[in-house]
């Protein structure tokens, strides 16, 4: 049978509770204290190139980032930020190492946070006093960074390496010298590019602190291996509801980490999911190329929103019960479809008109519960 759920009465359910933790404002976005898991990136543009840097924000925006990092390695760079941070739609996190006198102008610039890595500041625990007091003054909050390939020497030696005990280690005590001049407005980091000490290092500092943690694996890779690698660690901790901010770091363009980022966050119901589609992978029994038909449905939908399921079967053995669960199925074979819509069949086509027919139809349903208000009518058995 079929149902109109409307706006579901419950939260959607999740593998955990969220940990509990300390909220911090980075800017206007909320950060940890239950707030929604926030997804981050990093522009790759020079922060010299203003209008570069700013179209680059622009299109994170547009993705769905909610927080844009970007590095200021220069005074050159230290200068334009006001200007950034002025004209970003979101905030802006100044990303600083080496020298100490960027974290004091990326704060006067009127950044939303600043980055500070410890382990590679000159002389940072002598600045740690002004740079509570700069941040306490302008209501910015930071974020302690801890990488396995800048740790703090002492602790290196003391573990043999950057383990996960010496990234937890490292970035408590770092945590500790902010907490003597009663600053705790900040969010703690400790990334590293094996998820499995990753993962560890993060359940330490979550078993210790309560502060709100950024999830990273930092050097991740390119595309396909860095998705998998972030996914699988950030899966772990997310469904133990540990991490309250996210960035999946790859050598790919900024914006795709946002969507890898957001389909896990959706994957997990932390995030309102949006459309979906489900698709065989194809066997001996498929009668269409079910791989061109998703292909093409994907890129004919990319930019649609509603929360729609949209599925795409090849054969007669679990084509016509997945269609039927989903908004908007297929069933195809024989060189044709037939399509479903919230689990009645309303017409076959031949395979030629199968893409265009879904196309269509998903536009309608979406445009329907933009019209209402309501999430579509799903079927349950």
């Given amino acids: 049978m079929t149902v109109n759920l409307g706006m579901p009465a419950t939260p959607p359910p999740v593998l955990a509770p969220r940990r509990p933790t300390r909220r911090i404002n980075v800017g206007k976005v909320a950060v940890g204290g239950g707030a929604q898991v926030s997804v981050q990136s990093m522009t790759t543009t020079k922060t010299t190139d203003i209008n570069g840097t700013l179209q680059q924000i622009a299109e ?19 200068d334009v930020l ?24 990326a704060i006067d610039a009127g950044c939303a946070a600043v980055r500070v890595n410890p382990g590679n500041i ?36 003391k573990h043999g ?14 945590a500790s010298l902010f907490e003597e001049h009663d600053f705790r407005d900040f969010k703690i980091s ?28 930092t050097e991740a890779g390119p595309a396909f291996q860095g998705t998998i690698k972030s996914s699988v660690a950030f899966g772990v901790l ?39 589609i489900v698709s065989c992978p194809g ?26 399921r949209i599925a795409v079967m090849g054969c007669v053995v679990n084509g016509p019960g997945e269609a039927r669960e989903a908004d908007l199925g297929v069933a ?20 030629s008109e199968i893409v265009a027919t879904l196309i269509e139809e998903a536009n309608k349903l979406a445009a329907d519960m933009e019209h209402t208000g309501e999430k579509p009518e799903v079927t349950v058995s």
């Fill in 60 to 78: 994170l925006t547009a993705s769905g980032c909610d927080i844009v990092r970007v590095a200021v390695p220069s005074q050159d760079d230290a």
């Fill in 82 to 105: 006001h200007i950034i941070a002025k004209k970003s739609q979101i905030p802006v996190i100044a990303d600083i190492h080496f020298q100490p006198k960027y974290v004091f102008a």
């Fill in 332 to 351: 195809a074979g024989n060189g044709k479809g037939q399509i479903f819509i919230k689990g009645e069949v309303i017409k076959t086509v031949p395979e």
């Fill in 122 to 157: 000159k002389q940072f625990d002598d600045k740690v006093g002004e740079i509570a007091k700069a941040a306490t003054d302008a209501g910015v909050s930071l974020r302690i960074g801890v990488n396995a390939g800048s740790l703090d020497k002492r602790i290196l030696a």
């Fill in 190 to 217: 400790v990334k590293h590019n094996d998820p499995i000490v990753m993962v560890n290092a993060y359940r330490q500092l979550s078993a210790q602190c309560d502060y709100p943690l950024h999830l990273g694996v």
């Fill in 161 to 174: 390496g950057p383990t996960a005990e010496a990234l937890a280690e490292s970035a408590l005590w770092e």
């Fill in 238 to 276: 997310l469904a133990e509801g540990i991490g309250d901010t996210i960035r999946v770091s790859l050598s790919a363009p900024p914006v795709e980490e946002v969507k890898v980022g957001l389909k896990i966050l959706e994957s997990l119901n932390l995030r309102q999911r949006q459309m979906e």
């Fill in 283 to 308: 066997c001996g029994r498929a009668q269409v190329d079910i791989w061109g038909l998703a292909n093409e449905v994907t890129d004919g939908l990319e930019g649609l929103t509603a929360p729609l």
